[in-house]
């Protein structure tokens, strides 16, 4: 600009000069003037050529440069007509069309690349440099919770965990990550749902070890027990038994899955359930709803969770340290429906059912190694019943936990049921 500047006031300088020198000369000689007229007339055609090859390129690779400068990668410069100006203008043109095709190229590997972050199962969060997080895929939001909160804030860069939510059986392996941006490495965290395959695995893995124990011990068994008698026999028949009942976790049919009422369900089991309260001196209580909340269920696999999750609640009340009084030990099953998205991402509608008593609860050390394969704290305990909770409900595609709350020290068993 500044040249351009400089030949405007240059021009008009001339011009000045050239119209004193004319009115000069036609005072004093007019053949003067003539030879002055022509001279200025020569300055003049010399001052357009001077322009025209000087200053009109120079504004056009000025615009050219205002077209980087607004990242207009479209428009290309026109030529010139000059030799020399229109060899910049076509490097300057290729320069724009290679630009543009590594522009398309990164867009659509951007775009490709939010894409697969937003459909991927693994959450991803993102990070500033300053670790404040910026954003975060749609798995990562179902996954979020207190628990991973506080596993993500505990890990270093580089780092790898897993944890298991207490009350719950999910899985989840977390790990710290950076990438080079513009010279900075910038953080993120990976999230993975481990639940499915360790419980594939654990199953294949205790499906094994049951099957063979049973074999070999009912095998044993068969043969010896018809030659004892008296509590020998007995003994070796509770044996059997006690194998049998692990074999019987491995055996679990598919659920044929039914639309049902969840209210209506859950009535039919009360006289079980009744029986199975009053027997204990445990109070129970029905707060089930008028309102239709129909959900797919397997009826007799249903029965059985029920009744397992209340036998366990009722042994919670009976050896409760705090010595509950007869008639004080109170069990709530509860039916509600719910019109939010589950944390599955299962959609909208469905039931919840919660079951709730007033038993010892469930320390926190203990919570998390909850829904695992025999994993029980009861001295007699074989670590069955939740093992077939877990298998039948997960089947059912359901989403469940199993907490006590430290407010007001009640345990509940919660169910959510897919629409």
């Given amino acids: 600009m500044k040249l351009k500047y400089y030949f405007t006031i240059l021009t008009l300088g001339i011009i000045l000069l050239a119209g004193v020198a004319l009115f000069a000369s036609f005072r004093s000689h007019p053949t003067l003037f003539y030879v002055t007229e022509g001279f200025v007339v020569l300055i003049l055609f010399y001052l357009w050529y001077f322009y025209r090859k000087t200053i009109r390129p120079y504004d056009t690779l000025i615009g050219g440069m205002e077209l980087v400068k607004d990242l207009d990668l479209t428009t290309r410069l026109a030529p010139s007509g000059q030799h020399e100006t229109d060899i910049i203008v076509r490097t300057f043109n290729d320069l724009l069309n290679r630009l543009r095709g590594e522009h398309l190229k990164l867009e659509e590997q951007y775009t490709f ?16 440099l300053d670790g404040n997080i910026t954003s975060m895929n749609p798995a990562a939001r179902r996954m979020l919770s207190p628990t991973v909160e506080e596993a993500i804030l505990a890990l270093s860069l580089g780092e790898t965990t ?86 019987e976790v491995v055996k679990i049919p598919q659920p044929q899955l039914q639309l049902c009422d969840l209210s209506e369900e859950v009535d039919a089991c009360r006289p079980f359930l009744e029986n199975l309260c009053t027997q204990a001196h445990v109070q129970i209580d029905f707060h089930l709803t008028d309102e239709a909340i129909p959900v797919h269920l397997d009826t007799v696999l249903f029965q059985q969770v029920l009744i397992n999750i209340v036998k366990n609640a ?106």
Avoid at 113 to 126: F, H, K, W
Avoid at 219 to 242: H, M
Wanted: glycine share 8%; proline share 7%; aromatic share 6%.
């Fill in 113 to 128: 690349l939010n894409l697969l972050i937003e459909a991927s199962p693994m959450g991803v969060i993102q990070c500033d």
């Fill in 162 to 247: 897993t944890i298991r939510l207490p009350g719950e059986p999910q899985l989840f392996r977390i790990s710290h990550q950076s990438f080079p941006d513009r010279g900075f490495q910038h953080p993120f965290y990976l999230i993975e749902s481990l639940t499915s395959e360790v419980r594939l695995a654990e199953k294949a893995a205790y499906e094994r070890v049951i099957r063979m124990i049973a074999h070999e011990v009912n095998n044993s068994v068969a043969g010896i027990i018809g030659s004892l008698t008296g509590d020998k026999a007995e003994r070796l028949t509770a044996l059997s038994a006690f194998v049998t009942r692990f074999a």
């Fill in 314 to 419: 009722v042994e919670s009340i009976k050896d409760s340290p705090s010595a509950i009084p007869v008639r004080e030990g109170a069990v709530t099953i509860q039916v509600t429906k719910h019109s939010t998205p589950l944390p599955n991402g299962e959609g909208h509608g469905g039931g919840t059912l919660v079951i709730t008593d007033n038993g010892h609860g469930i320390p926190a050390s203990v919570a998390t190694h909850l829904f695992t394969p025999f994993f029980s704290t009861k001295p007699q305990g074989q670590g069955l019943g939740l093992l077939l909770i877990r298998d039948i409900l997960t089947s059912h595609h359901c989403t469940f936990s199993l907490l006590t709350d430290p407010e007001d020290h009640l345990t509940r068993f919660t169910i959510q049921f897919p629409s």
